[in-house]
Each structure stands twice: as structure tokens, then as C-alpha cells.
């Protein structure tokens, strides 16, 4: 009798197998549509995983199996239509597809040697997101996991930039013996940013918030004023393209220009406003953005792509090369032909992020991508109404682009109940499972604050969402 191998032992029958994976990525598709947005009990589902290692396992399919049946009571179903949490868009079929080819694939673009496919793909689909953003098409670009570390690369070119300015090599040898980098921006200014600050060793103390009012919003004159106090010296600007709360932008242009009459490295915030250069509608809000020096934006939001995938664009690749320097003996030189991605990136192992985003642009293209967009702002415009409508709700900002600050006033409640009411009707909604949505603060009201970013979400899922705000409002 012939014993298996270990590869035949975990392998199995492959047949098998591929059939159990199709009827896995079938009922997950089937189900996104359907599935709650929040499970209603996960702490039941989780706690039965606390177990010691098994000293036998279980074996692939029943695995599996169990874990379909895991995730479909205790996963959040982030990719449906009704979550309106965060800033989280779904994924384009294009773009799915595409993603799990990659996953199969064990596809890395570390370097072309690693992925000629992969790497290529990448290099066209920045091309083609410059293209679609209005950006630059001599900048360069690199995909990375998200927003925080777009906006990681994009500032770090700009610490670059700085160190240069005082005749260092910052990469090199550190802040030993310089002055503090200053940084300048609005109180519109993301966690994600200081986050990178902190990382960079600039420092989240140093970064200097100029407002004119307790919404965050920048107050050009002081603005101008605070770089006329460097005196020449080097700075770093942080504009804001769409700020978290009601979805507001810095004065971009206006912000950017002012920064261009001082010495300083402009670094842009884009997440999810860059998009706002997509469709005509919006594309005002963020004119000017092609005059900065780095940009950030999230793909898992507007362009509708899985996780983990965010791009950073910077108009001067060798201070990415420079600041993101990796180098040994038995590692591919990069040259134009083949890049190595991973040499101007904080990451080494890169997974193949641009199969999904490659496919999607393919798939749909400019006109698609402006689709989306502009559904998305239907559906916060028809939120908004609905708040303008109901006399139980109170809209709170004007609505800039697909975040709507809301909240429930209901008849006769106090001002000081608000906060708490509006606190317990999000836990209601959560609890409920239909919907995820989140609080957050606009100056020192308590807002419900659902963002719109998702292809699948429709007007229907708007107005079932708030009969479930009135609802669980109206029950205190």
C-alpha cells in the first residue's frame, strides 16, 4: 500500500476541492445582496473557536464548509448594499473576479521578475487612474493597501523633500541635528495623516491646525500668515480633500496656491474626494489638485475594488526611491522597462492588487466609473431630502458629496438627549443587523453620518433606512 505525500494528503482531490471552492464563492456572491449588514448574535458564533490547537485537523472541505457557515453569522457583510459605515464601497464583479485570480495565483509584484503580468497591470492601471483623476500623466505612481499608507508614500517623499532642503538625506540619516518639520493644514486633517506623522518620526505635536470656526474649516488669511512666519524655511501642506464628517473639502486650489508662493512640499488627502474629479457635477470641489506634489486615494471606497488596495501618486519618483530605498545582492534591479514596484513602496510582498483594478477600469471604464459615482450622489442628495422632509430629523451640513450629517431630533427632546438618543439609535441599527451605520461629532452635536460609495446601494435601501431611523428614534 502506497503512502500519499504530504502534497497529495493536504491537496486532496483537486477536482473536489476546485468544486467545494466554486459552490464557497457561489454562496457568498448569492448572498450579498441578502445578507444582514451586521450579525445579530456574533459573540455565539465566535466563542466556540476558542479551542486549543488540534493536534489532528479537520481536513480542507469541512473547513471550509464551517467557515461559510462562520462568516454568515458573525462576518459583517461589507460588501452589501447597506453598509453605510465608514467610507466602504462594495466590488465591482470585474474587479472580484479579478481579485481571486490573483489570490489563486499567488501573485506578488514585488518586481517583475516576480510577476511580469502583475507588475505590467499595475503599471498600466495607475496610467489609467492618473487618466480618470485628471493627474499629471509624468507622476508616478504605486499601489499600496489603503489610504493611511497612500498617504504614508506621499508624505514621506514630502520628509524627503525636506531633509533635502537642509542638505540631508533624511532616509539616510535621520532629523539628528535638524529643526522640527513643520506641517500646516485645516482641523479637516484625517487620523490616518497624524497616524503617518507619528510613524515618520515627524511628530503629530508639530502638525499646526489652522481654523476659522469649531467645524475644522481653514482660514486662508491665518493660513498664509503662518507660512509667511517660516521665513523660507521648508514646510509640509496637508490639504484635505473631503473630510470624514459631512464629506466638506479644504479650498483646494486656493489652499494650493497660497502654499506655492512659500517654500513647501503640498501633499494631498484624497481618499475618497479625489473622485470627486470623476464626474462634472462635483469636479469643482477638488480643482487644483494636479498643482500639489503627492496625492493619496483609497481604492475599497469609490472605485469599488476588495481590500486591502489604496494608490499614492507623486510628482518626483526618485524621492520615492530615496526614501523607500531597498537594495541587496540577490534582489532585481529596477529599470523603466522592469520595474520594481516594491523599491519605491513601504512594502516588499505586494499581493496583486492591480489584477482588480486593471480589470474593473477595463471593464467599465471613464463612463462607467462617473456612473458610480453619480449614483452615489443621487443617493446622498435623496437622504438629505428625506432629512429636510421629516420633521423628526435634522440635517446638519449641506451635503458636499456622499456623506450625509444627520441626526434624529424626534418631538419635544432636550438638546442634551440628543447626543445619547443619536448614540442608542446607531446601536439599534446595528443590533437590528439591516444596516451599518456610525456616529461621529459635527463641532459638539452627535451626528448619524452614512456615506454612499457603494454600486450596489439603491434609493429603496435609502428610504428602508430611515423608516428604521424613525423607528428605533421614536422608541427613545
Known sequence: MTTPSLRDELAGDLPEFASTMARVIERAILEIDSRPAFPSDPDSATRELDVPLPDEGAGTLAVLERLVDLNRQAGANLGGPRCFHFVIGGSTPAALGADLLATVSETVTYAWVTSPLGVHLEVIALRWLRELFRLPLEWTGVMVTGGTMANFVGLAAGRQWWGEQHGCDIAESGFVGLPALPVLTSGYVHAATLK?????????ANVQRITRDGRGRLDLVAF?????????????VVVNAGEVNAGDFDPTAEMIAIARRHNTWVHVDGAFGLFA????RVAHLAEGVELADSVAVDGHKWLNVPYDSGYAFVRDRDLMAKAFRYSADYLPESDPERPTMGAIAPESSRRGRSFAVW????????????????????????????????????LLAEVQLNIVAF????????????????????????????????????????????????????????????EQVLEIGRRG
Open 359 to 394: 480589470a474593473t477600469l477595463a471593464a467599465y471604464g471613464r463612463d462607467g466609473y462617473r456612473r458610480i459615482v453619480e449614483h452615489c450622489l443621487d443617493l446622498a442628495s435623496h437622504l438629505a431630502e428625506r432629512a429636510r422632509e421629516e420633521p423628526e430629523l435634522e
Open 196 to 204: 503617518c506623522l507619528g510613524l515618520l518620526g515627524v511628530g503629530r
Open 407 to 466: 441626526r434624529f431630533v424626534g418631538e419635544g427632546v432636550a438638546e442634551g438627549d440628543l447626543g445619547p438618543l443619536n448614540e442608542r439609535i446607531a446601536m439599534g441599527l446595528l443590533d437590528a443587523g439591516e444596516f451599518m451605520v456610525g456616529t461621529s461629532k459635527l463641532e459638539d452635536r452627535v451626528i448619524l453620518r452614512p456615506a454612499f460609495s457603494n454600486w450596489r446601494t439603491r434609493i429603496e435601501d435609502v428610504d428602508a433606512f430611515v
Open 277 to 280: 474629479r470623476v464626474s462634472p
Open 224 to 236: 498664509e500668515a503662518a507660512l509667511e512666519a517660516l521665513g523660507g524655511q521648508p514646510a509640509l
